[in-house]
């Protein structure tokens, strides 16, 4: 990939995605499940641009939204709604209402109060909602704290006695429809046996279930976190996946369906900055860049760890921290990690960034949003546009009041 002749045509801060990396990806992971009945519902709030999102449609991926807006994405994007579905903690009624209305797959419910409220309203609506219960499987996956998604102190999901209580719910309602059972123990995970334990948990709790006769009960969704390599982890083999959550459930006779994110899109993006400043206090150096964390907080939020080239430089030299622009000593991509002797607009390569990356971004200091590029059989094409500096303040300027 020519990074220096994007970054020249593009400027820099700027994301550039493999656009064939990413459909590799997908390949990879569908053709794991073969002729087994399976739905990957790509799992959009890992990377949201829309033509992220209708390249994976293309392909023919669903998507796993969180948000009534990730939900409108998924639309424009072209998602057909049988492969739309709905997860996340906290789910406003108007996005509830919103969901129902767009007819989507199922809404991923977190807790009974929530079946509740998707009950209620869908009985005002005068529907039935086809709903999901995310279970807790109280799990370690074995992954940074901040991403365990399916112990019990974590907040998400319902132990599976309470799922159980739910599902009895369900089928005595009118207005709910059991299509899914989920769970989804986090992410960046690089081990499988938590995931087939999950596996068989949430199996046994369905089998259990069997007297109910939930006819409508056709997925068993695996949720997503299938991890990557950053610096030297070795990534869960997809076909050991695909083959052991099988074995694990195919007397069920469901259609798995699994929610990759990173898995999808993490390493083909790249993130380009460019260097501003070598500085040093004592023995300390800095690498100062046009990048910070408003573009890319994954050092800052989780101390994640992205390789780092500067283009047409060996990687070595002293040890140095990479810092951007933002007024917080939070605000690195790097800390203690060995660089050539850079100079003034040296383009500088971050890894593995098209996971969580842009999505993340803001405008704190008023900086604009970077740029976003696809690279798609051998041409560039821009798929966002750097944010203009009228952008940062158009929506207040006309609210600003003279006294
Ligand atoms: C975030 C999330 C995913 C995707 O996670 P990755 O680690 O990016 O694969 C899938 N399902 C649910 C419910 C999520 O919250």
Redesign the pocket.
């Known amino acids: 990939m020519d990074y220096a002749a994007l970054a020249q045509k593009y400027g820099t801060p700027l994301y550039i995605y493999d656009f064939d990396h990413m459909a590799r990806q997908y390949q990879i992971l569908k053709e794991a499940f073969g002729a087994r009945k399976s739905l990957l519902a790509y799992?959009i709030?890992?990377n949201s641009n829309l033509s992220v999102i209708r390249h994976f449609a293309r392909l023919g991926a669903g998507a796993?939204c969180?948000s009534l807006g990730e939900i409108k994405r998924a639309q424009l994007a072209g998602v057909p709604k049988y492969k739309i579905i709905f997860?996340?903690m906290g789910k406003r009624d108007d996005e509830i209402a919103g969901a129902l209305k767009a007819d989507i797959l199922f809404v991923?419910v977190e807790s009974e109060a929530e079946l509740g409220r998707v009950e209620a309203i869908a009985e005002q609506m005068g529907v039935v909602a086809r709903v999901s219960v995310r279970v807790n499987p109280d799990i370690d996956p074995k992954t940074h704290p901040y991403i365990s998604?399916g112990l019990k102190e974590n907040k998400f999901g319902v132990s599976i006695e309470a799922a159980r209580g739910m599902y009895l719910r369900i089928k005595n309602s009118a207005h709910l429809e059991a299509t899914g059972i989920h769970f989804?123990i986090g992410?960046?995970l690089t081990e499988l046996d938590p995931i087939l334990e999950a596996t068989d948990r949430v199996a046994d709790l369905l089998r259990s279930l069997k007297a109910l006769e939930l006819e409508g009960l056709r997925f068993f969704d695996v949720?997503?976190?299938?991890g990557i390599t950053y610096k030297e982890e070795s990534p869960i083999d997809a076909k050991a996946y695909a083959e052991g959550i099988y074995q694990r459930i195919k007397d069920l006779d469901m259609t798995i369906l699994c929610?990759?994110?990173?898995?999808l899109t993490g390493a083909a993006g790249h993130f380009l900055t460019r260097v501003l400043y070598e500085k040093r206090s004592g023995d300390k150096r800095f690498v100062v860049v046009d990048g910070a964390m408003n573009d890319l907080l994954r050092p800052t939020l989780y101390k994640a760890y992205h390789r780092i080239e500067i283009v047409g430089k060996e990687s070595q030299g002293p040890l140095a921290d990479v810092v951007g622009p933002v007024c917080e000593s939070g605000d690195y991509f790097a800390k203690e990690v060995p660089l050539p002797e850079t100079a003034h607009d040296d383009l500088m390569v971050i890894h593995s960034a098209g996971?969580y990356g842009f999505v993340m971004s803001s405008n704190y200091n008023s900086r604009r949003r970077a740029a976003e590029v696809a690279i798609e059989a051998g041409s560039d094409r821009l798929i966002r546009p750097r944010e203009s500096y009228e952008q940062l303040w158009q929506s207040e300027l006309e609210w600003m009041q003279t006294p």
């Open positions: 799992a709030k890992a796993d969180v997860s996340g991923n998604t989804h992410s960046q949720g997503g976190g299938l929610e990759p994110g990173r898995f996971a």
